[in-house]
């Protein structure tokens, strides 16, 4: 663990936010140096406390997801318990809520409320589908989003079912895109004091992502439909059959692919066959293309195949199930597993921190609390009395 201070050392984050998305967001922030409170209901907590794998009760879905956070529980509907939030939010950067649109209202903390209290906040909501248009009040769900934005209908096998991503693709994309908003909110912040409500939606953060689509599509129409492993733009991009499963080759440009027919599968007549002279006629050909090279890659195994690629400079690698990338050698190599030290599921493993800073690394400081936690530690940084935290636990007020 370094002791130098992080990107955003001195950010203070209040995180009102639950599951995955809006604690995507506050994780990133709060790895990279941010001081985060994450404030749960009484009783139960975030929703994905509910989610196994458990170990000793505790969930690991949650615990993955909120790390380097102190955790509080507040029953917000309780006068006294949201007196103290509002006590937290002049003390505040920032807040992150992904409430349904209009609870934060129901509750007294939305934007307009909180602003009020501490108008240099940044108040970052993430839902759905944002918080206007004529979808706003529905629910919003990753798995909806990738089917309202396109990516199941080219996810897959030409002809097949419609196929979801294998992760949640738009929950962490939507963390990830509410992250360097508020950063970028922040820098604003700081050069003038004001702060600003952002809106972020699961149904919009992927669709700037589809940079080829919306190539074809505006420039001539054309909509993008499942085509499996292939690319959509070059030829031969994709995953190929070897002897004994299969391996993703990459040759993106003419170089690779001259390289790939000549010195790695040793059919170099295929660089003057006219249906593959150009990318273009690859991709045209591309399902008589597929066979012969899956033909020639049958003859040895994959990892024979990536050897003598990489002996060739043409970019090619396995296709991993997550176990074995876990436990890759460059992964390991570069502090992508790490290990800490948890109150119930003890030593614990998890993904580790992808930016590599020179000068202002972040780092996994402490495990995700369990519920509650923090509470009188944060209440009496507030000014809370033992005698009042008694009182108002009592109450069900906190936990």
């Given amino acids: 663990m370094s002791s130098r201070p992080s990107p955003i050392s001195g950010m203070k984050v209040l995180d009102l936010s639950q599951i995955m998305a809006g604690p995507y967001c506050t994780m990133v922030l709060a790895d990279l140096g941010a001081e985060v409170i994450k404030v749960e209901k009484p009783v139960t907590g975030d929703d994905s406390r509910e989610m196994g ?117 738009y929950d962490v994309g939507a963390g990830l895109t509410a992250a360097y908003s508020i950063i970028a909110a922040h820098v604003h912040q700081l050069k003038t004091g004001e702060g600003q409500h952002i809106d972020i939606s699961l149904a919009e953060c992927g669709l700037p992502w589809f940079i080829w689509e919306a190539a074809a599509y505006f420039a001539e129409g054309t909509v993008a439909k499942a085509t499996g492993s292939r690319h959509r733009v070059s030829a031969p991009y994709q995953a190929l059959r070897t002897g004994d499963g299969f391996l993703i080759i990459g040759a993106a440009n003419q170089r690779t692919w001259e390289k790939l027919c000549r010195d790695v599968i040793n059919r170099p007549e295929l660089i ?60 390991i190599a570069r502090g992508m597993i790490e290990e800490i030290e948890h109150p119930k599921l003890g030593a614990m493993r998890m993904i580790g921190i992808p930016t590599k800073f020179s000068k202002t690394p972040g780092a996994i400081r402490k495990p995700a609390p369990l519920l509650g936690e923090d509470t009188d530690k944060v209440l009496r940084r507030f000014g809370i009395s033992d005698e009042q935290i008694a009182s108002l636990r009592g109450r069900g007020a906190v936990q």
């Fill in 53 to 169: 794998p458990y170990v000793n009760g505790e969930s690991t879905c949650f615990a993955q997801i909120n790390r380097n956070k102190e955790g509080i529980s507040l029953n917000l509907k309780d006068p006294q318990a949201r007196d103290i939030l509002y006590d937290m939010v002049r003390w505040a950067d920032v807040v992150v809520e992904n409430y349904r649109v209009g609870v934060t209202k129901s509750l007294g903390v939305d934007y307009e409320t909180l602003s009020k209290i501490n108008p240099r906040l940044i108040y970052c909501s993430v839902s759905g589908y944002g918080q206007t248009g004529p979808y706003s009040g529905k629910g919003g769900f990753d798995l909806v989003a990738q089917g309202l934005t396109g990516i199941m209908s080219m996810t897959g096998e030409p002809d097949g079912r419609p196929l979801k991503s294998g992760i949640a693709i």
């Fill in 272 to 331: 003057t066959d006219p249906r593959f002279v150009t990318n273009m006629d690859r991709l045209e050909n591309i399902k008589v293309l597929e066979p012969l090279l899956e033909e020639a890659f049958a003859s040895a195994d994959a990892a024979t195949w990536i050897a003598r690629c990489e002996e060739a400079s043409v970019p090619c690698g396995p296709i991993n199930d997550f176990g074995q990338a876990m436990n890759d050698p460059h992964y």
